[in-house]
């Protein structure tokens, strides 16, 4: 930083004017992208919802016993008939290997979690450091910067906004993943454990894909058309982000919606509200 002096006032007194502006401008923008940035790269503290996990586990606990006597009966009685003998055998294993997924549950969530911060952080270590430092370091970014302020304030907000969404999402899911498991294996609710396994891992690897579209904004922003406007593609970068989490949450949701609908809990649900309305 160069120092005022009698020899230098008239060039150094604009330079710190300018400086103190963009300062001003960018005191509340920078922390929102370091928040930014912390939520996609720190991982998820599931230690504060263990206690809920333990009692989704325990309560799936109480109806192993049930299960394998079900499955121990049915191969009973099936006699001589292969298809019954084969379906029982079948049921069987699924209880077993539901019963090992359940209670490791907790371990597998973690692993998940584990490779999506390390697939989200090796992306993040690629980005330009200087993306996410709001600096104002020519006359075109701070103009624009007077201009996109609130714009980019607000689009920055609403990112790190849906980071926390999503943060709270994953940890909770901690607490759905066994219940999943237990439905995946449930013939009748089958369904509902699939949809709930797919929205997790899409939640919990959302991140990843974030982290390479920044990346590729940043590629963009040390090319030398686009340096001059950094304001404007980190804003245009902010909006895109927040974009593409709104519609993969829409989408997730959606696919769920359809997928109840089509199950025969949900058909007899929509006659009812049919015959209803």
Request: proline share 4%; charged share 10%; hydrophobic share 55%.
């Amino acid at each position: 930083m160069t120092e005022c002096g009698l020899t230098n006032l008239a060039t150094c007194l604009p330079e710190k004017f300018f400086e103190y502006l963009s300062g001003m401008l960018t005191a509340p923008v920078q922390p929102l992208l370091n928040l930014a940035r912390d939520l996609l790269s720190q991982p998820v503290n599931l230690t504060l919802f263990q206690p809920l996990w333990s009692l989704i586990v325990y309560l799936i606990s109480v109806f192993y016993g049930l299960f394998f006597l079900f499955a121990g009966f049915n191969l009973m009685i099936s006699g001589y008939d292969s298809a019954k003998r084969d379906q029982a055998k079948s049921w069987l294993r699924n209880i077993v290997l539901m019963v090992l997924l359940v209670q490791s549950s907790y371990l597998m969530y973690g692993l998940l979690l584990e490779l999506s911060n390390l697939l989200t952080a090796g992306i993040i270590n690629f980005i330009d450091p200087n993306f996410f430092l709001m600096k104002t370091d020519n006359f075109t970014n701070f103009s624009l910067q007077l201009v996109l302020l609130i714009p980019q304030l607000f689009f920055i907000l609403m990112t790190v906004l849906l980071l926390g969404l999503r943060y709270l999402m994953v940890a909770l899911g901690i607490v759905l993943f066994p219940l999943a498991i237990f439905c995946y294996f449930i013939p009748p609710l089958h369904s509902y454990g699939k949809l709930i396994l797919s929205s997790l891992v899409t939640v919990i690897f959302i991140t990843f894909f974030d982290a390479l579209f920044l990346l590729g904004a940043s590629l963009l922003l040390s090319q030398p058309p686009f340096d001059s406007f950094k304001i404007v593609l980190t804003t245009v970068s902010f909006l895109s982000l927040d974009l593409i989490m709104i519609g993969t949450l829409l989408f997730v949701l959606i696919k769920a919606a359809s997928s109840v609908l089509e199950t025969s809990l949900g058909k007899e649900f929509k006659g009812v509200f049919q015959h209803l309305f």
